[in-house]
């Protein structure tokens, strides 16, 4: 057979599945609220459950969910049928899949939810299967075509099936009002989780911060550089910004003033600021651009330069931004 067979053979197999995955509107019903309201007021975890590739499918619904700030685990129905069954408490909800709904190890996990009133979303595609027979809330999938030559191999219907727990997730989020900075909790190390820090997650701040007053002199300014360890003390009055020593700076000072002399005349007056709510990948850009290794972070639009925080190179390399 000719490559080119190949490409074709793989355009049509996705043409199916495109065509088929459009059925996913048949889904978004009554049924569908009711999912989401339920798994929202869940005061415990959401436990998807599936066999074969529909257990595979419910792992990644699970993994989402987790990811979106929602406690849930996978639970393999076949090993709960010998004990695990007790992992499931009644303040949980069920999520399970099944194509087919009769999946024959689902059956006594069905019967335990029943009997201790345990919430059920079933996701099938047949109504009077035995899974959206005993479920609470029942999640009718439209039959779809595989993409195989054979018609038999599970592609179109676990793509519908992954389609749903995708559209669930992205639902939840909006009703749980899930923003960026709630991501970041739940993915500190994560490549996605970096690039969504901000420079108030990194920053030093507090009594970290080397801190001194305009009126004070070189020797107390050396101190602090000293005893706080970032190479840098910043000058305030009134708490607002009004220059920068260096380590560099106090060394080069003591050539020409003595260490009584006011830090007035060695500061860098306008050091520069960054805002806290700014990507921290921006801080390091600018950092790289001017050749230095702190930035002074100030709250958005906050008038004069009130001092929030510091940037250090060192934390923008140690949470992995590069």
Do not use: W
């Not at 708490?239 to 009584?260: F, V």
């Not at 990948?281 to 230095?292: P, R, V, Y």
């Amino acid at each position: 057979m000719k490559r080119n067979n190949f490409i074709s053979i793989a355009k049509k197999a996705a043409s199916i599945q495109i065509k088929e995955l459009k059925k996913i509107n048949k889904v978004f019903n009554k049924s569908f609220v009711q999912a989401v309201d339920l798994i929202s007021n869940c005061k415990g975890k959401v436990i998807a459950a599936g066999i074969g590739k529909s257990g595979l499918i419910a792992r990644k619904v699970s993994a989402t969910l987790s990811s979106v700030g929602i406690s849930s685990f996978y639970l393999n129905p076949g090993e709960a049928n010998h004990g695990d069954l007790g992992q499931i408490d009644k303040r949980d909800v069920l999520l399970v899949f099944s194509y087919s709904g009769n999946t024959y190890e689902i059956s006594n996990m069905l019967k335990y939810a029943n009997r201790f009133n345990i919430k059920i979303i079933g996701v099938a595609s047949k109504k009077e299967s035995i899974l959206l027979k005993a479920s609470d809330v029942k999640i009718l999938l439209p039959p779809v075509l595989e993409a195989d030559p054979t018609r038999m191999v599970p592609t179109s219907s676990t793509s519908i099936t992954l389609l749903f727990g995708d559209t669930l997730a992205i639902a939840l989020m909006h009703k749980l009002k899930f923003s960026k900075d709630r991501f970041k909790v739940f993915h500190p190390g994560g490549n996605i989780g970096k690039n969504l820090l901000a420079v108030k997650d990194i920053m030093i701040s507090g009594k970290k911060m080397p801190t001194i007053h305009l009126n004070k002199n070189m020797n107390e300014a050396i101190k602090i550089i000293n005893s706080k360890k970032l190479g840098l003390v910043v000058v305030l009055k009134k708490n607002l910004i009004q220059g920068i020593i260096t380590d560099g700076d106090a060394r080069r000072s003591m050539r020409h003033y003595k260490k009584e002399n006011s830090i007035n005349k060695i500061m860098t007056k306008n050091p520069l600021t960054i805002e806290e709510d700014l990507p921290a990948t921006k801080a390091l850009s600018i950092m790289n651009d001017k050749k230095i290794t702190s930035l002074l972070v100030v709250k958005k639009r906050n008038k004069g330069k009130k001092l929030a925080g510091i940037v250090h190179i060192h934390s923008l390399l140690e949470f992995g931004i590069k």
